[in-house]
Structures are given as C-alpha cells and as structure tokens.
C-alpha cells in the first residue's frame, strides 16, 4: 500500500471541522451573512420548505450546496439570495477581467 499517514510528537491529534467552512468563507467574500446556525439547515430550509431536515435532507442539502457553489448555480436555486449574490459576484468579476484584462 502506498498510504500516507503521519504519527504526532504528542499522544492526541485533533481534528477541526467548521460546519460549512466553504459556504462560510464565500459568504464573508460576497459580504453576505448566515447566523452561526448550521449553513446546510439553513440553505436545506429553504431547498425543502421544512424548519426540520430529516438526515436525508441534511445530506442532500450539502450536496445541493456544494453543487451550486462549485458548478453553475441552477436554475431553481438563483433567487435564493446567497447564490443571488454569488451569481452577481461572479459577473462582476467577469466584467472586470473584461474590461481590465486581469482580476
């Protein structure tokens, strides 16, 4: 096998993981704000008109997310104000390139 692992100097490794890290970050850089709330129940809310997402849900609700974020936001999810503004980001960075020749 060609697996790669490290061992610590220390007895313990911890492991770190924010809840939508991805959305997260975009989010501050289209200056755009979700409460401190997990963003898939947020977002999954709304893809699936329920205040409560079954585990099924949750997980359709990151992969619709990801889907979106990182591939072309589609049609039913553009006036969903997170991707709105991503959508408007994203063209405004376009025109930019256009018009400057760099970002």
């Not at 313990?12 to 501050?28: E, N």
């Not at 359709?60 to 936001?73: A, C, H, L, R, V």
């Amino acid at each position: 096998d060609n697996k790669i692992c490290f061992e610590s100097n220390y007895s313990q490794i911890i492991v770190f993981d924010y809840d939508g890290y991805h959305p997260r970050l975009i989010a501050k850089l289209i200056d755009f704000e979700f409460s401190n709330d997990s963003i898939h129940n947020q977002l999954g809310s709304i893809y699936f008109n329920t205040n409560t997402l079954t585990p099924e849900q949750y997980k359709q609700s990151k992969e619709i997310t990801f889907k979106n974020i990182y591939g072309k936001i589609d049609k039913q999810y553009k006036d969903i104000p997170f991707f709105k503004k991503i959508s408007e980001f994203i063209d405004n960075m376009w025109n930019k390139f256009i018009t400057d020749g760099y970002i």
